[in-house]
């Protein structure tokens, strides 16, 4: 496989799909020298634009179907950029990044100017960028080239599919919520050779803890970002994620779209994981030390849910999408719980006591937080004596 890898590399030939797949199969056998040596030479084609070459050029290497016999125009577009078409495209980009040197992925880094947005909305771009963002130890660099340049399109990003995950990614890192179990494998993705087995055999036990045990690997305290990792990088995690989310003052406009569209992004499939997890405050509450603006964002959203229903609008607790993401966070969030309470459904609970909007009230009484419940306790319980609000079987027995 050396004498079909080299001279592919030698020539540059890396823009096609087929060439990515027998790189990553040569990179599944590679010894640690071998590999590195790949992705050494990969690095520098990746980063630059690069001329697609003709088919003489290939004669000898592999036969790839081209849709033009002409050559093709010099594309200013680094060739990173093109191959995130595929998955294959993605695994080639996140070994480099991965096991690149620092220098390398400074390298890598700088390619990405100008073109973060199109990586974003993009299927596999969105996962490279995640990726980045999880592990690379210049924040500095990554905020002045990545984040400055999404923040300007905030709010296509939040409400776009793939756009909102590596913000996601930065709030709730490798959750399952928001990423498929086969997502997951492909962050985690690693030259064998590479890492040790430890590593690799930990990396595959927690993508399968995180595919079938969602709500417990959530609450783990420790979470599981620390499984993407560069291969020296040093930067503690935790600390990564509040340098690009508060030191950037990304929080700071993310907090100020979310108010300004909190309506749309409640009654929206995408916009509402981004809300829910800025009005809890991030995994391991990762914005704290800025609870006063999550505050405000907590007022929006109660006073949204204030407005009397009306032919108009759908109610934010009647809708389907708002009113799950409003009872999880009274069940996850306190604080904003109580300026629910307070603002919109207290004396009012008999009227939201039916539909979606029950489930709403009924968290309040699911809620583990005992004062959450004094709040409700004395309206809501009466009605569910009553039968006039019912809440899941097996809460109702712990009631009693």
């Not at 490798?174 to 492909?186: A, F, N, Q, V, W």
């Not at 708002?322 to 999880?328: A, H, T, Y």
């Amino acid at each position: 496989m050396t004498t079909v890898i080299q001279p592919l590399l030698e020539k540059g030939i890396v823009e096609y799909s087929i060439v990515h797949t027998v790189i990553l199969e040569y990179l599944t056998i590679a010894d640690k020298t071998s590999a590195s040596d790949v992705i050494r030479q990969l690095i520098p084609h990746l980063t630059q634009g690069s001329s697609v070459v003709d088919g003489d050029e290939l004669s000898g290497v592999a036969e790839v179907p081209t849709k033009s016999k002409a050559k093709k125009k010099r594309s200013s577009e680094p060739l990173l950029i093109r191959i995130m078409q595929t998955r294959e495209g993605l695994k080639i980009g996140l070994a480099c990044l991965k096991h690149g040197s620092a220098k390398d992925r400074k390298k890598i880094i700088k390619s990405l100017k100008g073109q973060n947005m199109k990586l974003a909305l993009g299927d596999y771009g969105c996962l490279f960028l995640a990726c980045l963002l999880s592990i690379v130890d210049d924040t500095k660099l990554v905020t002045k080239v990545v984040i400055d340049e999404l923040t300007k399109q905030l709010k296509e990003l939040i409400f776009d599919k793939n756009g909102r995950r590596p913000l996601l990614q930065l709030l709730h890192p490798l959750c399952s919520r928001y990423l498929t179990p086969t997502d997951l494998i492909c962050l985690k993705y690693s030259v064998p050779s590479l890492v040790s087995k430890d590593e690799a055999s930990e990396s595959a036990t927690k993508v399968n803890l995180d595919s079938k045990l969602d709500d417990v690997a959530d609450k783990e305290p420790g979470g599981s970002e620390d499984t993407l990792v560069a291969s020296d990088s040093k930067k503690d995690p935790f600390k990564r994620r509040q340098e690009l989310l508060v030191k950037s003052e990304l929080f700071e406009v993310l907090i100020e779209t979310c108010i300004e569209n909190v309506g749309e992004l409640l009654r929206t499939n995408f916009g509402k994981d981004v809300l829910y997890e800025v009005a809890v405050g991030g995994k391991n509450n990762v914005l704290e030390g800025v609870t006063d603006r999550i505050h405000v964002l907590h007022n929006a959203i109660a006073s949204d849910a204030e407005r009397p229903r009306t032919e108009d609008v759908e109610h934010a607790f009647d809708n389907y999408h708002s009113s799950r993401v409003i009872r999880k966070m009274i069940l996850d969030c306190p604080a904003f719980a109580a300026t629910l309470w307070k603002k919109a459904l207290k004396g009012k609970c008999k009227s939201f006591a039916d539909g979606f909007s029950s489930k709403v009230v009924a968290a309040y009484l699911e809620s583990s937080d005992s004062k959450v419940k004094d709040l409700a306790k004395s309206e809501v319980q009466p009605l569910i004596d009553g039968g006039i609000l019912k809440i899941p079987d097996h809460k109702a027995a712990e009631k009693k």
